[in-house]
């Protein structure tokens, strides 16, 4: 996989680059979060329009067919803007799910408005108990005339809140098989509760009491939900990992600015050695999690499952690494200031903090790399 950036994937980022700087400024971003408001329509709609939510999509939808490269330069430019929308879930996981998985009918039905802004579509797969495992499901899903009928709980659905949608996990019968479902938000019997996470974004907690469902409502067959959630979270891993790789990008730049303009004994902090040996080692960091997030990127079109789990894991877990890493150095070489809620740096800490839980932390996923290599 060659990720030099094409002639269009500069422009790309460079339209990003701009929209982020003009339109998404880091007082607009912030006052939403503060005020619980961390989706914004207009900009969702923006996104629409500059090719971000259909970049994957086939054209036949209205998308743009591209791969994981593109995917990658557009992650990568996000990350560096702190986004706080729905791109991952909707435009990345959903996106994949019912674009590989989903039928005829739920392509139509659901991509085009995905690709257009106009639909969000979420996933709610973890429950109270599951902590990172997908395959822990107690939601059940009882046969009906008409289609199924869901109950359970499900926990940190992301977005939730401004999901039209959620792809849902539920036991099928008694057979055990775990389907995977689309539920509408407003469907009758599902509550949501949302609330804020540390780094600015919401999350929301399902409650499903006898949500009637059609038969149209499951995606392939009640054996392979399992298989069409980990296809979804695999391309979420390796979009945040392009995302982190942006956000480590933009916090050293910030962090580099500040080390040229603060004075010390008559001096910049940048003069001093031992903070320039800092800066060069956050810089080697970074440099490592945007060569891991390649190969996350590469690891979506490897055929062999083992292989692909593996690549995808240890990327995870060494991009977290490397966040941790910068995202301390960074508030550190601030001094008192990067522990206060006044500069930009402690919103990029936050986020690249709460990298490492998102769909698996990195003890999950060093476990995950074990299992792949026995397999």
Partial sequence: MDFTYSEEQQMMADSLRRFVATEYTFERRRKRSRLGGAFERAIWSSFGELG???????????????????????????????????????????????????????????????????????????????????????????????????????????????????????????????????VPRDAQGVAVTGYPTIDGLRAADLTLDNVTVGADALICGPADGLDALQHGID??????????????????DITAEFLRTRQQFGQPLGKF??????????????????????????????????????????????????????????????????MTDELEVGDYFKRLTMFDPLFGDSDYHVARYSDAMAS
Avoid at 53 to 74: C, K, M, N, P, Q
Avoid at 98 to 122: C, M, N, T, Y
Avoid at 326 to 338: E, I, K, N, P, W
């Fill in 235 to 252: 391309h979420g891993i390796a979009a945040l990992c392009a995302e982190a790789a942006g956000a480590m990008e933009c916090l050293i």
């Fill in 52 to 182: 971000v939510l259909g970049l994957t999509i086939e054209a036949d939808y209205g998308g743009f067919g591209e791969g994981a490269a593109s995917r990658l330069v557009v992650q990568r430019e996000l990350g560096r803007g702190l986004v706080l929308e729905p791109v991952v879930p909707c435009a990345v996981i959903a996106a994949a799910v019912i674009g590989e998985f989903g039928s005829d009918r739920q392509k139509a039905a659901w991509l085009p408005g995905i690709a257009s802004g106009e639909k969000i579509v979420s996933v709610a797969y973890l429950e109270p108990d599951s902590r990172y495992r997908p395959d822990a499901v107690r939601t059940i899903a009882e046969r009906s005339d008409d289609g199924y009928l869901l109950n359970g709980q499900k926990s940190l659905a992301w977005h939730g809140e401004a999901a039209d949608a959620l792809l849902v996990t539920a036991l099928v019968g008694r057979s055990g098989d775990i389907g995977l479902f689309i």
């Fill in 273 to 338: 050695q031992a903070l320039q040996h800092r800066m060069a080692d956050m810089l080697v960091q970074k440099e490592l999690a945007l060569s891991m997030a390649y190969v996350a990127a590469q690891a979506l079109d490897e055929p062999n499952a083992a292989q692909r789990a593996r690549m995808l894991s240890a990327a995870k877990v060494m991009v977290a690494k490397a966040g941790r890493y910068v995202g301390q150095q960074a508030v550190q070489l601030h001094g008192g200031m990067g």
